[in-house]
């Protein structure tokens, strides 16, 4: 009996012998994965949130999807980051434009309306309705968790989207899922000296966590980050989702001996919190003898806009930023600008790169078999200068964020963090954030059993036959 | 002992004395009417009788068995039924169906599931029922929706339901307020015919004289929440504290 | 046969024919055709729509008879996956215990929350079960987080003890029915058409099967008809000796446990249960299916959740090149022109598309599509005499479709 | 004592958003009959009419200065706003700067003009309905208007800051005689208070001194008997069901700066506000009003630290917690009549 049906070679067998119009009866045995491509096209499922909160990330990376797929089959204006794709060797990448493995690769797309079950059910509709062999995209970990599991089962590749929380790498790691995107523990790790530098090794600091599972594991990093260059925690507290108004969460900050606020929320809620704790005056206020600080660990450019003016000298981490220098991150922001008219988000980098890096995966592997992907994603490079034993992976530069490793051990990858700050005088409504320090890949190291990455297994990949 | 005992009931509502000290007892097997002008308090006595009210003082017995505090469908269950001012039926059922509901509530008392059973194959309770529209000769409008029967024909089934139930007590609250002449007449003509065929007693609350003294074998006169007299009909007629009571003292 | 008489037999043999035959019925284009988008029968809609199905069909035994409007249903599903996948950590990956134990507990939950609601009526009613389903959600996803696993949802993973399954390896084991994976099934090529035959929607659709003819049962037992009474009249109901509230509360739980099936069975064809499902939005949209399709009608709901799930899931995925395809008939300034207002319709704008359709079946057929279903019919049989019974009359402006239709 | 007197004040505010939401929803409940799933999208209109008109002063050309270049090595194009070129950078700042309070200028006739139209074409032939159907023709009602709302802004929060005059905070604490920096209170807040106690103060003394409004309370009590006394009473709900919009429009307006605009806020607060209606009593305006402030409280005080640390998660539960104990104590709400919506 088969698993997924494979809607694409069916088709082609279909018309070939639809003129004797006797019933074949198929079975998947015939085949080695799930949803072989067989045509002279490949499918692939982009999952972006198109409702809900974090609908205008979900618009921007479709945008940069697109254009990933017109890069992929030659197409668009220009190559984008293909001209700038290196491997570890400082080869280029095999990708010449000319679709992945001679294929012309099509894409279905689909809403996750950041809500697990409607995400597993938009990417079951891609695997079983249009045979994607691989699914990307999400814009929250929650969905990046469900769907990365759901692609386990179903044998096929998921190459997470803004995906931020340690969990999904850590706890709840699948062979057959790759995330590009850092995480909560390596913001900490960026955020802490840079905070400590600017603001003092001996600040309080209370916090305001999102309750679920995102908050909890960014507090825990940020907090233990932050405590390790002696920082003093004074309060935690949870607040819903959705919460809207902030205020009966920010008065008691400041009676309560603390001088700095740590705000782990993000999309909405981090603009609505981080709007009412300016408006309570926190960063005007004195405490401890010191000017009173908000920390806000995750920052996305398009939330920046929603928050405004409030975001102005705020720090925060990302994972890319269109402003980088390096001729990678250059390309990519011209390519982008020149079709859309504005620069790219980290949400539309993070997948522009996850979709180039599947397809430069499979290209190398030759075959689009998950197993295949997987391993060639794996690779067998170091980064230079860790001295770690789990340091082998799929390294490669020239997609922004300078030489990154995909780790073998746990697939998360390891670049370097940037550290950013609120803009003063933003010279356009995209200027908004300015990058203050790139953290060394080196400083945001971990091991694959770090506990707050604890109790996940990869498991085997499952090509789903 | 009549079937009913009401002994020394007082109901107040804030400062307004509802009823006061009413005795009353009725016969079994007979047709007892309450009347009194408007506020005489027919209606807070109707509804201690039926469990929605409780008395401040006094009992209300039936076959000597106390009714205050029990709900309403306990009550019921004692053998009491009431027929309302306005006919309370099931508009979205059947004519049918709105029989059967009684007849099952009587076999099998106030819930069974029955979930799965076919209504239909309860053969003994569609006979019950179809014999009861017979009686009251709907039979032709069994399958129509209640809510669009006309008002007579609502009363009607109203009437059928509640004897389905072969209740020992009949309540009548005001059953021909708002009918026109010619279905007044036909009201108290069916309600002969119910007392001719069976054993029950009726407790008709009423305005009309014209109902009341067709129907009632004796009657009460409630006047400010007591009751003023209570003899048989004839007697009722000229009484003067009846007079009194209804036209005021100018009489 | 099978205890109904002709009418409901017809009805239940065409549901039947229906879910039977739906891999082709849902797949009317061929495959290569511009129109493929619109097909429907690939294995997680179809079990999409008999899930759904059955989660409407049981609100519907509340809601629809007793006329109870539960704002909160969505609970006892999200309660039902939840001890579904917990069954599947702790015992096996057989579905059986699984959906045993989510009918149960969902129906136990539906007991309790049943029990309180149900001493109020009218809207105190439905904001009391907003307000507990409401909870359930706020908990399942953030203090709970230690058994719901909260935001990113319930699922199994290696380290699940799996008492009765033994050593899996080194992968999670595939769900199962005594060995038949959720997932099995065949394709069959035929001329254009590729058809998808798969397991776990038969199964559903077999447990689908058997919740309505259950359905059916209630709505033509003696139950089923002081149900209808509680909702017609509760006064005339208490002075004939009956006590609405154990009828009312049996309603809900029996309603609770169609929800618990509904969330055993989507956890059993897709192992993770998230908090998601448990919003007042689910629940909102359980309540939607069920007027959409037409409330107190056997029919109805299942009609009404395949018609959202149908939306939701195919309206929502179209997107500027399928609408070009579309409209590729029309002149070049027309088809753009067409392409910007369809695009407002479909993609991220299916619910705007929904909400337009709702408003339209609320104001225009108020007994939903089965309504509508009946007017075209009746257009057809005009000419005969009409009135048979009472349900041909149904034009008033407060209609209480008889059920059955 | 400081922190209790912080919970307070934002319970007030919390509480005025609440009660005016709940004000326009009991308003057309007790006047219509209706239950209004929709007011909750009218709050959110009220909010994205200071968008649109923040939007409106703040529509720009575009001149090109040679001597900067954007994010691509182009020239910057440098956004000028009509305004600031009209009628000077002064006045056009102010402008731009007073959105927020001007938008109720151009709320109240909006909002009116929505507030109508949706009676007159769409509740109105909903009197005689089940409740169900009127929650789920407004509900569908929301749903469209909502995508509507998304189709122009899209799904982003927009920030829209109060006027420059009103955007500090001030030290409250100080005046208490408490330490500097124990409660601090923003300026836009209170105006928000006040605010909204000028528009309950008005609604009630419009239903209390005016002939129209002894009418509505007169149609509240007793619908029928109005209508035989030969007067219009579809007319004065027509305008009843306008005035609630509009009250949900300014809530919204003023809100703006409080919370980002979004276009699902509606939604959110739809849910909430039924539980303020119900708690407080269907049909009855002082039950809405107090309902909300006392949720309100109720909710700051449920959401301090230490009280989370007790009771983990309380701050998620509590509104509807408080519901169900208060549906359960007092079936009809705190001061809700009896046999209203009980069918």
């Known amino acids: 009996m088969s698993n997924f049906t494979r809607r694409r070679l069916l088709k082609t067998s279909a018309v070939a012998g639809g003129a004797l119009a006797l019933p074949t009866i198929f079975t998947s045995r015939a085949h080695a994965f799930t949803n072989e491509p067989t045509g002279d096209t490949v499918m692939l499922g982009f999952n972006v949130p198109q409702s809900g909160a974090y609908a205008d990330e979900g618009a921007d990376q479709l945008r940069a999807y697109e254009l990933a797929v017109e890069h992929l089959n030659g197409t668009g204006a220009d190559n984008g980051m293909l001209e700038t794709f290196r491997y570890a060797d400082g080869s280029r990448t095999v990708l010449t434009g000319n679709g992945i493995l001679g294929k012309r690769v099509e894409y279905v797309t689909g809403d996750t309306q950041t809500n697990t079950d409607a995400s597993r059910a938009s990417a079951r509709s891609m695997i079983e309705k249009d045979g994607a062999v691989m699914i990307t995209g999400g814009s929250s970990s929650g969905v990046a ?78 907090s233990e980050a932050t405590e390790g260059v002696g920082w003093e925690t004074v309060n935690k507290v949870l607040t819903p989702l959705g919460q809207g108004d902030f205020s009966s969460y920010l008065t008691p900050v400041l009676g309560s001996g603390a001088d700095t606020l740590v705000l782990v929320h993000y999309g909405g809620d981090m603009v609505n919190s981080l709007t009412n704790a300016v408006q309570f005056g926190l960063r005007e206020a004195q405490a401890n003898g010191k000017d009173f600080q908000i920390v806000v660990p995750l920052f996305s450019r398009l939330m920046a806009r929603g928050a405004g003016e409030n975001i102005k000298g705020i720090f925060g981490s990302t994972n890319w930023h269109w402003s980088l220098p390096d001729e990678a991150s250059q390309v990519f922001t011209r390519s982008f600008g020149t079709k859309y008219g504005f620069p790219p988000s980290q949400a539309a980098h993070t997948v522009y790169c996850q979709t180039l890096l599947y397809a430069d995966a499979v290209e190398r592997a030759g075959s689009f078999n998950p197993c295949a992907v997987v391993e060639a994603l794996e690779g067998d490079d170091s980064l230079p200068g860790i001295d770690s034993a789990s340091n082998r992976g799929f390294v490669f530069d020239g997609l922004g964020n300078g030489p990154t490793l995909y780790r073998a051990a746990d697939h998360q990858c390891f670049k370097d963090v940037l550290v950013v700050r609120g803009k003063e005088e933003p010279e356009s409504e995209f200027d908004l954030l300015e990058v203050v320090e790139v953290t060394p890949v080196a400083q945001v190291w971990y091991e694959p059993d770090h506990p707050q990455f604890a109790g996940g297994q990869l498991g085997e990949c499952n090509p789903g036959a | 002992m009549g079937i009913l005992e009401v002994k020394d009931v007082n109901k107040r509502f804030g400062g307004l004395q509802a009823l006061g000290n009413v005795n009353l007892s009725i016969a079994e097997n007979s047709v007892h009417a309450i009347i009194g002008p408007n506020g005489a308090g027919k209606s807070t006595l109707l509804n201690c009788l039926v469990g929605k009210l409780i008395p401040d003082t006094g009992s209300v017995l039936f076959d000597g068995q106390s009714v205050l505090g029990r709900k309403a469908h306990e009550i019921n269950q004692m053998g009491i039924s009431r027929v309302f001012q306005t006919p309370e039926i099931f508009g979205d059922l059947t004519v049918f169906e709105n029989v059967m509901i009684p007849c099952l509530a009587k076999r099998d008392g106030p819930f069974r599931m029955h979930a799965y059973e076919h209504m239909m194959d309860e053969a003994d309770i569609v006979a019950q029922a179809a014999a009861m529209l017979d009686e009251v000769n709907m039979t032709d409008k069994r399958d129509m929706h209640a809510a669009s029967l006309s008002r007579g024909d609502k009363r009607r089934l109203e009437m059928a339901m509640c004897l389905v139930q072969q209740p020992r007590l009949l309540l009548l609250d005001e059953p021909t307020a708002g009918m026109a002449r010619a279905d007044t007449n036909n009201t108290i003509e069916l309600l002969r015919q119910i007392k001719q065929s069976r054993p029950i007693t009726m407790v008709i609350i009423e305005h009309d004289m014209h109902v009341v003294f067709s129907l009632a074998e004796r009657i009460t006169v409630l006047a400010q929440g007591s009751p003023l007299v209570e003899d048989v009909p004839e007697n009722i007629k000229g009484h003067p504290k009846v007079q009194e009571a209804y036209l005021g003292h100018a009489a | 046969m099978l205890g109904l008489n002709r009418k409901d037999l017809t009805l239940f043999l065409v549901v039947l024919g229906l879910v039977v035959f739906a891999p082709f019925l849902l797949n009317p284009f061929p495959d290569a055709s511009g129109l493929a988008r619109f097909n429907a029968g690939y294995p997680d809609l179809m079990q999409r729509f008999v899930i759904f199905g059955i989660f409407a069909i049981g609100f519907n035994i509340l809601f629809g008879l007793t006329g109870y409007l539960s704002f909160g249903h969505a609970a006892f599903l999200g309660i039902g996956s939840y001890a579904g996948v917990w069954m599947m950590k702790l015992l096996t990956v057989n579905i059986v215990p699984a959906i045993i134990a989510s009918t149960v ?110 359905s059916i049962r209630i709505f033509r037992s003696p139950f089923g008809m002081m149900l209808r009474a509680v909702k017609s009249n509760q006064q005339r109901m208490n002075y004939t000796g009956l006590n609405p509230k154990p009828y009312t509360l049996a309603a809900f739980v029996i309603s609770g446990m169609y929800a618990g099936l509904a969330g055993g069975l989507m956890v059993a064809v897709d192992p993770l249960a998230g908090a998601d499902r448990m919003f007042w939005t689910a629940s909102g949209e359980v309540v939607l299916m069920t007027i959409l399709g037409g409330a107190g009608t056997l029919i109805g709901p299942v009609l009404g959740a395949g018609m959202i799930k149908y939306f939701e899931n195919i309206f929502s995925r179209l997107n500027e090149r399928d609408l070009n395809a579309m409209f590729d008939f029309l002149p070049d300034g027309l088809q753009g022109a067409a392409v910007a207002v369809a695009q407002m319709f479909v993609g991220d704008g299916w619910l705007l598309t929904l909400g337009l359709m709702f408003m339209l079946v609320v104001i225009f057929l108020p007994g939903g599509l089965v309504e509508g279903g009946q007017r075209i019919a009746r257009l057809f049989r005009r000419k005969r005499p009409a009135r048979r019974g009472p349900d041909s009359d149904r034009r008033s402006p407060q209609p209480s479709p008889h059920p059955g239709e | 004592m400081d922190a209790i007197i912080l919970q307070v004040l934002n319970g007030l505010d919390k509480g005025s958003a609440y009660a005016l939401i709940a004000l326009g929803l009991t308003l057309i409940f007790g006047t219509l009959g209706v239950v209004n799933f929709a007011h909750g999208v009218l709050f959110a209109l009220g909010a994205f009419c200071a968008v649109t008109l923040q939007a409106f002063f703040s529509a720009s050309f575009s001149t090109v200065d040679e001597s900067r270049t954007d994010f691509l090595g182009n020239p910057l194009k440098v956004e000028v706003p009509y305004v600031e070129a009209w009628f000077g950078e002064t006045v056009g700042g102010v402008l731009i700067d007073w959105s927020v309070p001007l938008a109720i200028l151009l709320a109240i006739p909006v909002m009116a003009v929505v507030g109508i139209v949706m009676e007159r074409g769409l509740i109105k032939h909903f009197y005689k309905r089940p409740h169900a159907d009127q929650i789920l023709v407004t509900f569908g009602l929301a749903i469209v208007l909502q995508q509507i709302i998304k189709y122009f802004f899209g799904a982003n929060p927009i920030p829209v800051p109060a006027p420059d005059a009103f955007r500090g905070s001030f030290d409250f604490g100080v005046m208490l005689g408490f330490d500097p920096f124990t409660i601090i209170y923003p300026y836009w807040r209170l105006v928000y208070f006040g605010f909204a106690a000028v528009i309950i103060g008005g609604i009630f003394a419009f239903l209390r001194f005016t002939t129209f409004g002894m009418v509505v309370r007169a149609g509240m009590a007793d619908r029928e008997t109005v209508g035989l006394l030969g007067i219009n009473i579809d007319r004065r709900f027509t305008i009843m069901f306008g005035l609630a919009a509009v009250v949900a429009g300014l809530a919204g307006v003023m809100y703006a700066p409080i919370v980002a605009p979004n276009y699902d806020m509606g939604m959110n607060f739809l849910v909430l506000s039924f539980v303020v209606v119900v708690v407080g009593g269907m049909g009855s305006l002082p039950g809405a009003v107090l309902a909300g402030f006392l949720l309100g409280i109720i909710e700051s005080f449920a959401s301090m630290g230490a009280v989370i640390a007790l009771i983990p998660g309380i701050n998620q539960v509590i509104i509807y917690l408080v519901a169900i104990i208060v549906l359960l104590v007092r079936p009809r709400g705190l001061m809700g009549r009896k046999g209203v919506m009980e069918d």
């Open chain 3, 105 to 214: 507990i969902a129906g136990l939950a539906s007991l309790v929350i049943g029990f309180i609601c149900l001493r109020r009526s009218g809207i105190y009613f439905s904001i009391l079960t907003l307000a507990f389903a409401q909870m359930s959600f706020a908990l399942a996803y953030s203090v709970l987080t230690p058994i719901t696993a909260g935001e990113s949802g319930l699922q199994l993973s290696l380290s699940d003890p799996r008492i009765l399954d033994g050593a899996a390896g080194n992968s999670i084991p595939a769900v199962n029915f005594f060995g038949i994976t959720m997932r099995d099934g065949f394709d069959w090529a035929m001329g254009g058409w590729v058809f998808t035959f798969n397991f776990g929607y038969y199964f559903c659709a077999t447990l689908m099967l058997v919740a309505f003819y259950l």
């Open chain 1, 145 to 222: 968790v469900a769907v990365q599991a759901l692609c386990q089962e179903a044998g096929v590749m998921f190459m997470a989207g803004l995906t931020h929380a340690n969990d999904t790498t850590g706890k709840d790691r699948r062979a057959n899922g790759f995330r590009h995107f850092f995480n909560s523990y390596m913001s900490g790790a960026a955020l802490a000296p840079v905070l400590a530098n600017a603001y003092g090794a001996d600040r309080k600091a209370y916090y305001l966590t999102a309750d679920y599972n995102w908050g909890y594991t960014t507090e825990q990093a940020i």
